[in-house]
């Protein structure tokens, strides 16, 4: 299982404003009912099948399409690691359990 952080940012838009394109590539991602997401202030972080996930970003990207955007940057970061299946919650939970450590 992979953890992604994908942000998609749309150029040429006419606007500094990209809540509505989030929201439109939010909505491609509940049609994916084996991927697990979350909406964080700068990307969205994805875990699931590395392929499903590339799917999913090439299906938000067509999402956007569909709306006039005739441009993306986007970037992606994976986290996939094999020896260990892990979630995102429990990556969280390991630095936070450091933290408590003296």
Known sequence: ????????VPVGTGSTSV???????QK????????RFRLDPMFTNIEGD???IFAAIADMHDALAK??????STVVKI????????TMEEKVA???AKLREK
């Not at 299982?1 to 998609?8: F, G, N």
């Not at 809540?19 to 590539?25: C, D, G, T």
């Not at 709306?67 to 993306?72: P, T």
């Open 1 to 8: 299982m992979a953890i992604v952080a994908v942000s998609i």
């Open 50 to 52: 590395l392929r499903e």
């Open 94 to 96: 390991v630095v936070e």
């Open 79 to 86: 986290d996939d690691r094999r020896d260990h299946e892990h």
């Open 19 to 25: 809540s509505a394109y989030v929201a439109e590539a």
């Open 67 to 72: 709306q006039g955007v005739q441009r993306f």
């Open 28 to 35: 491609v991602l509940t049609r994916y009912p084996n991927l």
